[in-house]
């Protein structure tokens, strides 16, 4: 996929400033990243911009996004995303959310029903999985925690290294201390998203791994039950982080979900 | 000089091999481990303990508390303190101290020590601390805001404790619609604080400009006068000069009737593999967004395995050497204080008498020898250095009550 031409840029969004990578002509995309940042550069990422017009904001607080102090929860980087989308003039845009990032998916659809094409939700943190809880970050280590993302141990080598870089490492700590700030209690889940979730008539796509060793596969049946139009994938040999892992087969299943123009 | 007594309330009959093949005594190290019948016995030891230190003559008591390790037993100061306000008599009950940030309800803080003020008729000593990173774990607060939810409930405490209520508290981590608590302390304006601390400068300085001593935690003769340089600048800053009655110092010494045997105990005082709190993980010791921002990187690396700690890793025998570990009979243990008087010039001082696997015969001798030996002799070492304590120098309890402030800047216009 080399060769796709990604832009940088800084957008301010009612004040609240964003790390915004683009790339990519059709209809918009916006895929929201995991709780423990994102690289620079994604095969995932590229593989969707062949298709579409794919825009990956930064969370504030996350990777090259500042740290907004002020935020609370969750549904705040939500709300400043479906800003975004309104100062970019994007409408109807499909989202595709990656774990943490899925839980800010999910509440952004439920924000704006009417103002989503497509819903896609991998390994979706959000909602309290009814059998088995969503790894502590707070007592497992940095490694450890980003190695539990991956079924296959060698590709968590290929995309950080095996021993990832002090400044990928400092990186997970900015991004944790955000993740504690907004998500600390109830952990990683919200009790009403659920709930919020029935006007949501959009096509959504469920993904998880098979090997989700970091929100239990518990949880996608219970987004497929709050969603009213939604169905499930189960990606073999796989962990939490799909995207990463399996990068080509997650695309394909976006791209024949929504469709190609 | 205020002279206390402190030990950590180990747990010492859990079983060592156990945390050493789960690899961590601290934090998730199951309590299936907790013998509660050993700790029906140890509560009562510690329980005799104090009674004999007040027998003997110290003036304070200091108390602490930690969770989910066999380190600390007291899960709660408050309730060892309003155990020795009822049974002891003329003892200081120095809290060294609540956790702030732990507290939901900083009200419910502020009337229990209330009450432990007036139950003991004035002899509460209420210090403040922010809680290791473990504690926040094991509370579940959140570690990102401990430092805003430490100053805020201090307000808020001392709030309760001197404005008339009721009053109304809308604060960023505390919101009290009726602040009016019926229980309000004896001490006027309010106990006095202080606030140890180990490494964070942040703490040092807040203390100053608070004008609350620090107690610094067993720290080198060399950390230690590095705190209290801080510590003077900022009280420079804000207008006085800083002194013995705002150092304290709390230091790990156990005495014997004799040589061999005390050092032979005092090796208990590393009797947690080495590590004052226990085996644990660093991101349980050190929860992103508790420590300074400054430190994120050499942090990461510790924590990774990439770098040793920052806090560095010292033998029995250095620490020993270093004068953070004294063992002795009092003769030699007087001798050795004597120099850490000298070189650092507290008004308050702590020793941590008994740690582990010490038997209790062997800290009753222990405190014996404090109490009728050790701090009759540091009486007369303190009175020659004139290190006065904050009551003998009848300091103000906050920096608001001081009459003599004279802030740098304008002193400089004089």
């Given at each position: 996929?080399?060769?796709?031409?990604?832009?940088?840029?800084?957008?301010?969004?009612?004040?609240?400033?964003?790390?915004?990578?683009?790339?990519?002509?059709?209809?918009?995309?916006?895929?929201?990243?995991?709780?423990?940042?994102?690289?620079?550069?994604?095969?995932?990422?590229?593989?969707?911009?062949?298709?579409?017009?794919?825009?990956?904001?930064?969370?504030?607080?996350?990777?090259?996004?500042?740290?907004?102090?002020?935020?609370?929860?969750?549904?705040?980087?939500?709300?400043?995303?479906?800003?975004?989308?309104?100062?970019?003039k994007i409408k109807d845009?499909?989202?595709?959310?990656?774990?943490?990032?899925?839980?800010?998916?999910?509440?952004?659809?439920?924000?704006?029903?009417?103002?989503?094409?497509?819903?896609?939700?991998?390994?979706?943190?959000?909602?309290?999985?009814?059998?088995?809880?969503?790894?502590?970050?707070?007592?497992?280590?940095?490694?450890?925690?980003?190695?539990?993302?991956?079924?296959?141990?060698?590709?968590?080598?290929?995309?950080?290294?095996?021993?990832?870089?002090?400044?990928?490492?400092?990186?997970?700590?900015?991004?944790?201390?955000?993740?504690?700030?907004?998500?600390?209690?109830?952990?990683?889940?919200?009790?009403?998203?659920?709930?919020?979730?029935?006007?949501?008539?959009?096509?959504?796509?469920?993904?998880?791994?098979?090997?989700?060793?970091?929100?239990?596969?518990?949880?996608?049946?219970?987004?497929?039950?709050?969603?009213?139009?939604?169905?499930?994938?189960?990606?073999?040999?796989?962990?939490?982080?799909?995207?990463?892992?399996?990068?080509?087969?997650?695309?394909?299943?976006?791209?024949?979900?929504?469709?190609?123009? | 000089?205020?002279?206390?007594?402190?030990?950590?309330?180990?747990?010492?009959?859990?079983?060592?091999?156990?945390?050493?093949?789960?690899?961590?005594?601290?934090?998730?190290?199951?309590?299936?481990?907790?013998?509660?019948?050993?700790?029906?016995?140890?509560?009562?030891?510690?329980?005799?303990?104090?009674?004999?230190?007040?027998?003997?003559?110290?003036?304070?008591?200091?108390?602490?508390e930690h969770h989910n390790?066999?380190?600390?037993?007291?899960?709660?100061?408050?309730?060892?303190?309003?155990?020795?306000?009822?049974?002891?008599?003329?003892?200081?009950?120095?809290?060294?101290?609540?956790?702030?940030?732990?507290?939901?309800?900083?009200?419910?803080?502020?009337?229990?020590?209330?009450?432990?003020?007036?139950?003991?008729?004035?002899?509460?000593?209420?210090?403040?601390?922010?809680?290791?990173?473990?504690?926040?774990?094991?509370?579940?607060?959140?570690?990102?805001?401990?430092?805003?939810?430490?100053?805020?409930?201090?307000?808020?405490?001392?709030?309760?404790?001197?404005?008339?209520?009721?009053?109304?508290?809308?604060?960023?981590?505390?919101?009290?619609?009726?602040?009016?608590?019926?229980?309000?302390?004896?001490?006027?304006?309010?106990?006095?604080?202080?606030?140890?601390?180990v490494i964070s400068k942040?703490?040092?300085?807040?203390?100053?400009?608070?004008?609350?001593?620090?107690?610094?935690?067993?720290?080198?003769?060399?950390?230690?006068?590095?705190?209290?340089?801080?510590?003077?600048?900022?009280?420079?800053?804000?207008?006085?000069?800083?002194?013995?009655?705002?150092?304290?110092?709390?230091?790990?010494?156990?005495?014997?009737?004799?040589?061999?045997?005390?050092?032979?105990?005092?090796?208990?005082?590393?009797?947690?593999?080495?590590?004052?709190?226990?085996?644990?993980?660093?991101?349980?010791?050190?929860?992103?967004?508790?420590?300074?921002?400054?430190?994120?990187?050499?942090?990461?690396?510790?924590?990774?395995?990439?770098?040793?700690?920052?806090?560095?890793?010292?033998?029995?025998?250095?620490?020993?050497?270093?004068?953070?570990?004294?063992?002795?009979?009092?003769?030699?243990?007087?001798?050795?204080?004597?120099?850490?008087?000298?070189?650092?010039?507290?008004?308050?001082?702590?020793?941590?008498?008994?740690?582990?696997?010490?038997?209790?015969?062997?800290?009753?001798?222990?405190?014996?020898?404090?109490?009728?030996?050790?701090?009759?002799?540091?009486?007369?070492?303190?009175?020659?250095?004139?290190?006065?304590?904050?009551?003998?120098?009848?300091?103000?309890?906050?920096?608001?009550?001081?009459?003599?402030?004279?802030?740098?800047?304008?002193?400089?216009?004089?």
């Open positions: 996929m080399a060769g796709v031409d990604w832009t940088d840029s800084t957008v301010e969004v009612g004040g609240t400033k964003l790390h915004l990578k683009r790339a990519g002509k059709g209809r918009p995309i916006v895929v929201l990243h995991h709780e423990t940042g994102t690289l620079d550069q994604l095969p995932f990422y590229d593989a969707l911009a062949a298709h579409y017009d794919v825009l990956v904001p930064h969370h504030p607080g996350y990777s090259r996004s500042e740290r907004p102090t002020w935020m609370r929860s969750v549904r705040d980087i939500a709300v400043i995303h479906r800003g975004l989308l309104s100062d970019l845009a499909a989202l595709v959310g990656l774990g943490f990032g899925g839980w800010i998916a999910a509440e952004m659809a439920s924000m704006a029903p009417a103002d989503l094409s497509h819903l896609v939700l991998v390994g979706a943190m959000g909602i309290k999985p009814p059998q088995g809880d969503i790894l502590d970050l707070a007592v497992t280590g940095y490694v450890d925690y980003a190695r539990a993302g991956f079924h296959d141990q060698t590709v968590f080598d290929r995309v950080y290294g095996a021993e990832p870089s002090i400044d990928q490492l400092e990186m997970w700590d900015v991004c944790r201390e955000m993740s504690f700030r907004i998500a600390w209690k109830p952990y990683m889940y919200s009790q009403t998203l659920p709930h919020l979730l029935g006007a949501v008539r959009a096509p959504a796509l469920v993904v998880w791994g098979d090997d989700d060793r970091v929100v239990p596969q518990s949880a996608a049946k219970r987004y497929v039950e709050a969603l009213p139009n939604a169905k499930l994938e189960i990606v073999k040999a796989c962990g939490h982080c799909v995207d990463m892992e399996q990068p080509e087969a997650l695309a394909k299943l976006v791209t024949s979900f929504i469709g190609r123009e | 000089m205020h002279l206390m007594y402190f030990t950590e309330q180990p747990m010492s009959a859990y079983p060592e091999q156990a945390g050493r093949d789960f690899g961590a005594t601290a934090l998730m190290f199951s309590n299936k481990h907790f013998d509660p019948v050993a700790g029906s016995r140890l509560y009562n030891d510690y329980i005799e303990q104090y009674m004999l230190a007040e027998e003997v003559g110290v003036d304070g008591i200091m108390l602490n390790a066999p380190f600390c037993m007291q899960a709660k100061a408050n309730i060892f303190a309003a155990i020795l306000a009822g049974m002891t008599k003329k003892v200081k009950i120095v809290m060294l101290g609540n956790p702030l940030p732990l507290a939901e309800n900083p009200i419910r803080l502020a009337e229990e020590l209330a009450m432990i003020d007036m139950i003991s008729k004035g002899r509460l000593v209420s210090g403040f601390v922010r809680g290791g990173g473990q504690e926040q774990l094991a509370t579940g607060v959140n570690p990102a805001f401990n430092r805003e939810r430490f100053e805020e409930a201090h307000e808020l405490v001392t709030r309760a404790w001197t404005q008339t209520g009721p009053f109304r508290f809308e604060g960023n981590h505390y919101q009290h619609r009726v602040v009016n608590p019926w229980a309000v302390p004896l001490q006027k304006p309010y106990p006095r604080v202080w606030i140890p601390g942040e703490t040092i300085i807040w203390a100053a400009q608070q004008r609350y001593p620090y107690i610094a935690l067993n720290t080198s003769i060399e950390q230690t006068k590095k705190i209290w340089e801080l510590y003077d600048s900022v009280a420079a800053d804000v207008g006085y000069v800083g002194g013995p009655e705002n150092r304290g110092y709390l230091i790990q010494v156990h005495v014997s009737d004799n040589e061999e045997k005390a050092i032979e105990n005092a090796r208990q005082f590393r009797w947690m593999q080495g590590e004052f709190t226990g085996l644990a993980h660093p991101v349980w010791s050190t929860p992103s967004g508790y420590g300074s921002p400054s430190a994120r990187r050499a942090f990461v690396e510790f924590a990774s395995g990439r770098a040793k700690n920052p806090r560095g890793e010292t033998s029995f025998e250095q620490q020993m050497a270093d004068l953070r570990i004294i063992a002795g009979t009092p003769k030699t243990v007087v001798a050795k204080l004597k120099r850490i008087l000298e070189e650092t010039r507290p008004g308050i001082l702590a020793l941590w008498g008994n740690d582990g696997r010490v038997s209790q015969a062997d800290s009753l001798t222990c405190i014996k020898l404090i109490g009728q030996e050790v701090f009759p002799a540091i009486r007369e070492i303190a009175k020659s250095l004139d290190l006065k304590s904050p009551f003998e120098a009848n300091a103000p309890v906050h920096l608001k009550y001081s009459t003599d402030l004279k802030p740098r800047k304008a002193a400089a216009a004089e």
